[in-house]
Structure formats: structure tokens, C-alpha cells
């Protein structure tokens, strides 16, 4: 009787376990038809871009033949320079049609990811403006950007390759900022990113945030002459210097930098320069300014004179992140396509200031502000003999023959 129970027992059980995985299998296929229903109506108002719905219809039917700020502002350029940049990566970016379905124009993939840049909106908010699909716009956006790495980088930022272009640089630098024998200013900054899990504090800076730094060598024209991305957050503007290839390039006397010359005017003797601020190490080619506690007056212009030649590099960043907003933002993506974006934003930077002369405009009414947050000094640094007795030369010649008219007044002397 005992084991006639045990039998009805398990019979039992097995019943009930057979009845829930059918039920569970009902519900699935229940499940499936009503996604496959959604799915086909989110398909069929996705596919209404091909009939002139959607944002990227606008910007073509109307904003470039109604309102071309509009257009310009919508994308960051003209449609001149939008499609000189797109024969520059038509090749790459282009795909081919199916018999299954038409591929998304090459144009279109361009000015998608142009707005992700510009805007700073998400992918899901550029699926509702544009009728492309989220997961369609992210792998758009990796392509297009890497394109652009691609085919523009070694054009547009490039170190001066020979003494020449280097003292083209300098002449810049004294011609607009009164800074003689200045070979560009250099600065880093943090791009914030939303980190993965397994980075631990490998990126966490200072500020409390995940980033990764773009170190930044400027002209005298706001372009960029050198960009490095990539250094996690952690590493301070010095770090970040020392570890890069532009550091090791001129230690190695690698760069082809002019030789020493006379202040004008002057029997003041000193080397070509690059101008920092107080995170960077003092040294022959880094000249940066004296430190604020005690300042006599003439230290006090000094320090006028070298951050008013910096101030290049801090506008180049406002326009920047003025210009491509996603830097702006906490960018949700891997640090690897942290990078990819903030080089692709550089190049676009250059690529426009060398095109589009409404992309800059005049010096006097410039003053960008840039909202990435400037790297601080971790450790100090030992300044060599030679580089105090450098910066003490240029201290010098800018409080004699080298003054300008307006100086005083602007360290509030008259």
C-alpha cells in the first residue's frame, strides 16, 4: 500500500511539472506573437524615413535651401564642407544594398553621426528624430568616427615636421599674442565616461569621476598640433605629459625644433618653448608660470604675458565642447569609444578651422569657456638651473624691450 502511494505521489508531481512547462510554453508563444506584432509596427514607422519622414529629411528638403544657419548649426558646417568631408570617407562608409532591404545612404550616416556629436543627445533620442534604430546609430556612429581617424587624422593634426613650420608656429604666437619663440601652449583636460564594472578606480579621478584625459599641444589659431586620448583619469597633467610620445620626442631631440636664438633685441640667449600651466614640469622647452605666493611686479607680468599666450589652448577646448557637445556629457560607452570620439571631435575641430572660416571666429571676440574639468598636480617637480634662468630671461625681456602699452593695466598697476 506504501508504495502504491509513493507511486501515485510522483505520478502526481510529474503531472504538475508537465502541466507548468506547458503552460510556461503557451505563454512564451503568446509572448512572442504579441513582440513579433510590436516589432513589425516598429519597424514599419522606422522605415518612414525612406518616405521623407524623419529629421534627416528636413535637414535636406528644407534647412539647406530655407534657412542655412539652421543647416549649419543642426550639423556644425555648411553643405559644402558636409560634402567635401563625405568624399573624404564615402569609400569607407558606404554600404550596399540587399535583396532583403535598401542600406542607409552614406550621406545620411554622416549627418547622424555629425548630430550625435553636435548635440550630445543619446542614441535613443536620435532613433525618435531620425527614424533609425538605436543599435543601427551606435554602430553608424563607431564606423563613421573611425573613418574619420582614418582618412583625416595624418592631414589634419600634425606636428610641424620640419624647423621651418615650427618657426611658422612661433612667428604666430609673437605676431597675435606677443609671446616670442613659442612653439605652442599645451594643457590636458578630463572627458567624463560611464565606466565599465571590472575598471575598478582605474579611471576615477580626482573629482570624483571616471575619464580619460586628452592632452592637447595648440597654435597660435586655436588648431591643435598634437592631441593624445586615452591616459586614464587618474594621472595628473604632469603623468599624463610624461608618459606621452611628445615628451619623449623632444627629450630625444626627435622634433626638429629650431635652435637657441636672441630674445629681439636682446643678448638674452634661450631655446624655443612651449607654454603650460603650474601642473606641467618647469624645464628647458616647458616654460610655465612663476609661483603666486610673493610675486614682484615684474614676475606679476610675466605671468600676464605667458597666460595670455596659453589662453590659446583654453579656448581651443571651449570651442571644442562648445562645438561638439557630447564631450559635455557623461559619455555612456566603453573607454575605448570614449576615444575614438573625442579624437574624431579634434579632427572635425581642425578639418573646420583650416574649411570654415565662420567656424572660428575673430581673436577679439573670443572667449570660449570649456567645461571639462582641468587636471590637477599630483607630486612636484624639480625645475633644472637652466630652465629657471630661461623663464627669468623672458621675465626680463617682457618688462623691458619686450613690454607692451597695456600690460600694467591689465595686472591692475594704472
Known amino acids: 500500500l506504501l508504495y502504491t502511494m509513493n507511486v501515485e505521489r510522483r505520478i502526481s508531481v510529474v503531472s504538475g511539472l508537465i502541466g507548468i512547462c506547458v503552460i510556461r510554453k503557451i505563454l512564451k508563444r ?3 506573437r504579441k513582440n513579433k506584432k510590436r516589432k513589425l509596427w516598429q519597424e514599419e514607422w522606422l522605415k518612414k524615413r525612406d518616405v521623407g519622414k ?28 558636409f560634402m567635401e568631408l563625405l568624399t573624404l570617407i564615402d569609400d ?34 536620435l532613433m525618435y528624430a531620425t527614424r533609425i534604430h538605436e543599435s543601427t546609430i551606435s554602430i553608424i556612429v563607431m564606423e563613421v568616427c573611425k573613418a574619420i581617424i582614418q582618412n583625416l587624422m595624418k592631414t589634419y593634426i600634425q606636428l610641424p615636421r620640419t624647423t621651418l613650420e615650427w ?9 597675435l599674442w606677443n609671446f616670442p619663440f613659442c612653439l605652442g601652449a599645451l594643457d590636458g583636460k578630463h572627458v567624463n565616461f560611464q565606466a565599465p564594472k571590472s575598471s575598478g578606480s582605474y579611471y576615477f579621478n580626482y573629482k570624483g569621476s571616471h575619464s580619460i584625459v ?15 586620448v ?16 611628445l615628451k619623449k620626442g623632444i627629450d630625444r631631440n626627435l622634433l626638429n625644433f629650431p635652435e637657441d636664438r636672441h630674445l629681439p633685441d636682446t643678448a638674452l640667449s634661450v631655446p624655443y618653448v612651449i607654454v603650460a600651466d603650474d601642473a606641467f614640469p618647469l624645464s628647458k622647452r616647458i616654460i610655465k608660470p612663476y609661483p603666486l605666493r610673493g610675486l614682484s611686479v615684474e614676475k606679476r607680468i610675466f605671468n600676464y604675458r605667458l ?6 589652448v583654453e579656448n581651443a577646448f571651449g570651442i571644442l565642447t562648445n562645438r561638439f557637445r557630447i564631450l559635455q556629457n557623461t559619455i555612456n560607452l566603453s573607454p575605448e569609444k570614449a576615444e575614438i570620439l573625442t579624437l574624431t571631435c579634434c579632427i572635425l575641430h581642425n578639418f573646420l578651422a583650416v574649411r570654415n572660416k565662420k567656424y572660428i571666429r575673430p581673436e577679439n571676440e573670443i572667449n570660449e569657456t570649456c567645461s571639462l574639468e582641468t587636471i590637477s598636480q599630483q607630486g612636484g617637480f624639480r625645475a633644472s638651473n637652466e630652465a629657471l634662468l630661461t623663464r627669468n630671461k623672458f621675465c626680463d625681456y617682457f618688462n623691458t624691450v619686450g613690454s607692451v602699452e597695456w600690460q600694467n593695466k591689465s595686472i591692475g598697476l594704472v
Open 54 to 81: 524623419g529629421v534627416l529629411s528636413l535637414l535636406q528638403n528644407e534647412l539647406l535651401h530655407e534657412d542655412p544657419d539652421a543647416y549649419r548649426n543642426f550639423l556644425r558646417m555648411d553643405n559644402d564642407t
Open 92 to 125: 569607407i562608409i558606404k554600404k550596399q544594398d540587399t535583396q532583403l532591404r535598401q542600406s542607409i545612404p552614406s550621406d545620411k550616416r554622416l549627418a547622424v553621426t555629425l548630430r550625435y556629436l553636435a548635440s550630445g543627445n543619446t542614441f535613443r533620442d
Open 167 to 175: 618657426e611658422n608656429v612661433a612667428k604666430g604666437f609673437e605676431k
Open 30 to 32: 503568446r509572448a512572442a
Open 307 to 312: 597666460s595670455r599666450a596659453r589662453r590659446t
Open 214 to 228: 586628452l592632452l592637447a599641444l595648440v597654435d597660435s589659431e586655436y588648431k591643435f598640433l598634437y592631441v593624445d
Open 230 to 245: 586615452g591616459v586614464n583619469g587618474r594621472i595628473s597633467d604632469g603623468g599624463v605629459y610624461r608618459e606621452s610620445s
